[in-house]
């Protein structure tokens, strides 16, 4: 895969339901960032018309809504979800195979500029204590990695994992498989509510393609002095 640039790294994260304060962001960020990622609560909030506000301030969209459905249903919000000309779409690797397969057909539809389809594996907020509360099979690298195998035999393009689990995918997969990271927090940031979490220069060491940053960058005092002092780590490990 070639590398790729320090800023088209950095996907930033902005979830919040307040639609002037993502214009502001978007805004603020353009050109510094790779693109901008919207989830289940800007979406709901805004919908379709949200999205393409953000994208018109000069950004692509990662967008994260993480369907998990029947292969039908999944294949028609690809579809839909399409027309507003995202970058890379989220679906969850548990949703099996034939979800997946249905997943990349539909994304295939749009031909050369078609959408990238990562599957989502374990969650960043989870641990093993987790996995096995709700009935799955640990630990959790092991299930990261079974549902990685199952996304690329599906055809799909990439992975969500987080940081601890890059060097054994991209190991095991090879370096065309796509591997989007978040739980990713400069050392001047906190923790949050994620549990596996890394630099970012560690994470792109060990293989990551696209790191999902968000309050490290849009909490910030200075978002753009945020993320250009992200790309410069990135930087400092790609050289």
Avoid: Y
Avoid at 153 to 174: F, I, K, Q
Avoid at 194 to 221: D, F, W, Y
């Amino acid at each position: 895969m070639t590398e790729i640039s320090p800023i088209d790294c950095i996907f930033c994260a902005v979830d919040t339901q307040k639609l002037d304060d993502a214009l502001m962001l978007a805004d603020l960020l353009a050109g510094e960032v790779g693109a901008i990622k919207l989830g289940k609560e800007f979406f709901t909030a805004h919908g379709p018309d949200g999205v393409k506000r953000v994208a018109d301030c000069g950004h692509k969209i990662f967008l994260d809504l993480k369907f998990h459905d029947i292969p039908n249903t999944v294949a028609g919000g690809i579809r839909a979800a399409m027309r507003l000309n995202c970058a890379v779409m989220t679906v969850h690797a548990s949703g099996g195979p034939a979800m997946l397969e249905a997943a990349r057909d539909a994304a295939a539809e749009a031909g050369p500029k078609r959408p990238k389809i990562v599957a989502v594996t374990v969650l960043t907020s989870l641990d093993d204590d987790d996995l096995a509360a709700i009935g799955q099979q640990g630990p959790t690298a092991e299930q990261v990695l079974r549902l990685a195998r199952l996304t690329e035999a599906s055809g799909v393009d990439g992975v969500v994992c987080s940081p601890h689990e890059v060097a054994l995918l991209r190991r095991e997969l090879g370096e065309d498989f796509a591997l989007v990271v978040p739980g990713v927090r400069p050392h001047w940031a906190g923790a949050d509510d994620q549990k596996r979490i890394m630099t970012p220069g560690e994470a792109v060491a060990a293989g990551a393609n696209h790191l999902v940053i968000g309050r490290p960058i849009t909490k910030s005092s200075d978002p753009v002095a945020a993320a250009r002092r992200i790309a410069e780590e990135i930087a400092e490990v790609q050289a």
